[in-house]
């Protein structure tokens, strides 16, 4: 039998307490005491993945390297752990029953009735061990999203019932819960803790360890009845207080004792003290920043920050970087369209334009664009971002007056940018992008080139529609250029403007691989050039 260790991780009380964060947090320390870690999400809707799903339901769709549409916590344990997640790291409920549902049609069940316990659950432990078995993972962390007590996760919490007793002390249940603080009564509550590990109980799982989010510390006190309660020693009592970055939760949990409790649970050494160092000089530059700056993210779904979550914090890593807080200025692109719209504009020292889907707003993009070129403003546009640049410049600059996607006009004298050849007939919808990493070789001497230091990278794509390179020519004579190429099917990855100061557009998403130790180079570049 395999030597991996299980730790799931469940949430209480109210959603949003951040599982993923303290998941994150828990993986970065064992990896930095020397441990191979991965994390996984198991997520309770039906949906097959969030690739359909609208970025105002759940936030960003994130991207792996093998092409899966994820949950954006997979973002999250990436950019702590500075390795790639694949398909394997994110479950939906949609996903497990399609695998039974499957399996039922091709008879392997042989004529036994299909129930949630033993076949769901069969499917749901297949899934986690996996990861474990294939990968030789010493921990397995497994998100359980949702919060306990809901109707979607119950299969999830029986399945860890069930691997507890399976796989005993290589096993550990991380219950994450809220201690609210009234200030009527100048109080912590712990009641609504109490009985969220009541419900988990009831489920028949009790966790062994406890973190408590709080907003005001906790005292010995009430550390001691939450342990009395809930069957927890105390030092199994985690508080987990609210701070300003989510980069300074790992170093918490190391004060609170929250990976050295983990690995004496599962009988794993404590050896040697956790390297942080290249962590927490990140934490100090992000912390003690030498200027400020303000830059503005156009998108359309900026009322949830979290669908740009990816973009938003490769700004932070680049920020760090260059010793800078860059303010992110969310700036609906519908807004850009209305009378002196562009005054929200004035004043950013950058603008990025967004990716997204669909006609609204797009208009608003292509305005914010052409702002940024004429004034000279380094500008970033990230996959749609990309495609309004494209577009901008065909209207404005080559005189294509009514140059277009033909996402958005199929009927356009001009269509710039086109559907993918491979893309022409797809019909379903799911998964059917172009998805997941691919080359990309870089011009010399471009803006992109300086930013890489190479000619060969590698990045991740979401996109149906393309640069049309019947019109390649006449960009490039005009003064826009292709300064990377996908290689293999001599696409245009990234377009520039070498006359301005800085003006990449990218069809991959470049967020999507920025780590705290590895912050993305185009962002980097970015944000330098706003600095200038
Ligand atoms: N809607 C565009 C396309 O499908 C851009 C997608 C994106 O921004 N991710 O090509």
Not at 357 to 370: D, N, P, S, T
């Amino acid at each position: 039998m395999s030597d991996t260790r299980y730790i799931f991780v469940t949430g209480g009380v109210t959603s949003s307490l951040g599982k993923g964060i303290i998941s994150s947090s828990l993986a970065m320390l064992l990896q930095a005491r020397g441990y191979h870690v991965t994390i996984q999400k198991l997520d309770p809707y039906i949906n097959i993945d969030p690739g359909t799903l609208n970025p105002y339901e759940h936030g960003e769709c994130y991207v792996t390297e093998d092409g899966a549409e994820t949950d954006l916590d997979l973002g999250h344990y990436e950019r702590f752990l500075g390795n790639p997640t694949t398909q394997a790291n994110n479950v939906t409920t949609g996903r497990i029953y399609q695998s039974v549902i499957n399996k039922e049609r091709k008879g392997d069940y042989h004529g036994k009735t299909v129930q949630i316990i033993p076949h769901i659950t069969d499917e749901i432990k297949r899934r986690i061990k996996i990861l474990g078995k294939a990968n030789k993972y010493d921990v397995v962390i497994t998100e359980i999203g949702g919060t306990v007590g809901d109707i979607e996760s119950l299969p999830y919490i029986e399945s860890v019932r069930q691997l507890k007793w399976e796989l005993g002390s290589k096993c550990l249940n991380i219950h994450l819960t809220l201690v609210p603080y009234l200030a009527a009564s100048g109080e912590l509550k712990t009641k609504p803790t109490q009985h969220s590990v009541k419900m988990l109980l009831e489920a028949g799982v009790q966790p062994d360890i406890l973190v408590l989010r709080t907003e005001k510390k906790l005292s010995l006190d009430i550390r001691k009845k939450v342990a009395l309660f809930c069957n927890v020693d105390i030092h199994s009592v985690i508080e987990s207080i609210d701070v300003s970055t989510i980069y300074e939760v790992p170093i918490l949990m190391k004060k609170e004792g929250l990976d050295v409790i983990s690995l004496k649970k599962l009988g794993l050494s404590i050896n040697e003290e956790p390297k942080l160092e290249p962590w927490i000089n990140f934490l100090n530059k992000l912390k003690n920043p030498a200027k400020q700056i303000d830059v503005a993210l156009v998108g359309k779904y900026v009322e949830l920050a979290d669908s740009y979550k990816s973009i938003t914090e490769a700004i932070i890593h680049a920020g760090a970087v260059n010793n800078c807080k860059v303010n992110l200025n969310l700036i609906h692109s519908e807004k850009i369209e209305k009378k002196n719209g562009l005054k929200l504009l004035e004043g950013m020292k950058g603008i990025l334009v967004a990716p997204g889907f669909g006609e609204r707003g797009i208009e608003g993009k292509i305005l914010a664009v052409k702002y940024a070129r004429e004034n000279n403003i380094p500008f970033l546009g990230i996959c749609l971002g990309m495609q309004c640049a494209v577009v901008e410049f065909g209207r404005n600059v080559l005189g294509y007056k009514d140059a277009n996607s033909n996402e958005f006009h199929l009927r356009t004298k001009f269509p710039v940018i086109d559907l993918m050849d491979e893309q022409k007939g797809v019909t379903e919808m799911g998964g059917t992008m172009r998805l997941g990493a691919y080359p990309c070789e870089l011009e010399k001497g471009s803006n992109a080139y300086k930013a890489y230091k190479k000619i060969k990278t590698s990045e991740r794509h979401r996109h149906r529609y393309e640069f049309n390179n019947k019109y390649l020519e006449k960009y490039k004579k005009a003064g826009m250029v292709p300064s990377g190429i996908n290689p293999d099917a001599d696409l245009v990855e990234i377009v520039e403007i070498p006359e301005h100061k800085w003006f990449v557009g990218v069809q991959f998403h470049p967020e999507y691989k920025s780590t705290v130790l590895k912050p993305h180079p185009i962002f980097v570049s970015f944000v330098e050039a706003a600095l200038k």
